[in-house]
T-cell receptor, first 114, second 113 residues
Framework: DAGVTQSPTHLIKTRGQHVTLRCSPISGHKSVSWYQQVLGQGPQFIFQYYEKEERGRGNFPDRFSARQFPNYSSELNVNALLLGDSALYLC?????????????FGSGTRLTVV | AQSVTQLDSQVPVFEEAPVELRCNYSSSVSVYLFWYVQYPNQGLQLLLK??????LVKGINGFEAEFNKSQTSFHLRKPSVHISDTAEYFC???????????FGSGTKLNVKP
């Protein structure tokens, strides 16, 4: 079975631009979470979606938004990019929205804002 | 809310030596505890997790961790490391019935020949 798939793997954007990152969860998983990992730090929670509904939101500005599609894939959108948005963006999928189920992480999208 | 402190940002160790990576957490509610490993330019791979029951948890690649509720710690150990264990290790907590991980800042394990 394929793991969590993220695209693109790398991209470079200019300040003020908009970016869309994509995530396909493991087959059968209905929950997707997004994390931002700035260089030298641990990942920080951005969003969680379960059954196409937002279940949680981290302390990020409104420039960050996300959605989940009927096939459970997800997009993370960031508007008006800042240099500080440069980071590895990780997607994690799980069978359900909480509980003891494990979360499987993708390899991430490396975003560089110049 | 929860928080995680990884006490060592870098741990150098010689091959075949034992290693312990320290993790302390803070939480007002019951939590699940996790250790993840991240190799360069890759995502996070689950090493092991503590959900309930026995406080000694065994994971992949010969790693184990012990949950100590009184000391709010979840230290990761391996009796004999290999060069291939060189990576960054993250401790994480997640409150039960909640969906958000809190990660520590990571410990870089550097195994020397």
């Amino acid at each position: 079975d394929a793991g969590v798939t993220q695209s693109p793997t790398h991209l470079i954007k200019t300040r003020g631009q908009h970016v869309t990152l994509r995530c396909s969860p493991i087959s059968g998983h209905k929950s997707v979470s997004w994390y931002q990992q700035v260089l030298g730090q641990g990942p920080q929670f951005i969003f969680q979606y379960y059954e196409k509904e937002e279940r949680g939101r981290g302390n990020f500005p409104d420039r960050f938004s996300a959605r989940q599609f009927p096939n459970y894939s997800s997009e993370l959108n960031v508007n008006a990019l800042l240099l500080g948005d440069s980071a590895l963006y990780l997607c994690a999928s799980s069978p359900e929205g909480g509980g003891a189920y494990g979360y499987t992480f993708g390899s991430g999208t490396r975003l560089t804002v110049v | 809310a929860q928080s995680v402190t990884q006490l060592d940002s870098q741990v150098p160790v010689f091959e075949e030596a034992p290693v312990e990576l320290r993790c302390n957490y803070s939480s007002s509610v019951s939590v699940y505890l996790f250790w993840y490993v991240q190799y360069p330019n890759q995502g996070l791979q689950l090493l092991l997790k503590y959900l309930s029951g026995s406080t000694l948890v065994k994971g992949i690649n010969g790693f184990e961790a012990e949950f100590n509720k009184s000391q709010t710690s979840f230290h990761l150990r391996k009796p004999s490391v290999h060069i291939s264990d060189t990576a960054e290790y993250f401790c994480a907590v997640r409150a039960r019935n909640f969906n958000k991980f809190y990660f520590g800042s990571g410990t870089k394990l550097n195994v020397k020949p």
